[in-house]
């Protein structure tokens, strides 16, 4: 099974356009447990507070599986602080929890994660991620 930590754009994005890849992801292969996500306190809180936003409402956020997705999650401790500056430190707790879980990060923002902070977590876009998760399965 891929274990991976999903940035919160991947979330938000999931919810707004229901046929891009962060949707499949979410509803083909999270939601179905074929894929487990890595979250932490500080994660969790990242996706209420986004979703909770005024220019989301016309979506009708939260989206119904953020709950599931939350109470599936494996939920690690907050980490200790990441040992490399980011270009948005609050993507800090996205890094430390892929990083302690030897998960990958999903992400649509591939320039908050530069090469030289990732301490050796593999980075991808959600689009790059279903590929290799399809390309898995039909060698499997």
Request: hydrophobic share 40%; with cysteine; net charge neutral.
């Amino acid at each position: 099974m891929s274990t991976a930590v999903l940035d919160t754009n991947v979330i938000v994005s999931a919810a707004i356009e229901p046929l891009g890849p962060p949707s499949h992801l979410i509803r083909d292969w999270v939601l179905s447990g074929r894929v487990h996500i890595v979250t932490s306190p500080a994660i969790l809180s990242e996706y209420r507070d986004v979703m909770r936003r005024p220019k989301f409402t016309r979506y009708g956020f939260p989206p119904a599986w953020l709950e599931l997705l939350s109470e599936e999650s494996l939920l690690l401790p907050d980490q200790p602080e990441w040992p490399h500056v980011l270009p948005d430190r609050e993507d800090a707790p996205f890094l430390s929890a892929a990083y302690a879980a030897s998960a990958c990060l999903v992400t649509g923002n591939m320039k908050h994660f530069p090469e030289r902070v990732r301490n050796g977590v593999e980075v991808l876009t959600p689009a790059k991620y279903l590929k290799r998760l399809v390309t898995r399965a039909e060698t499997a």
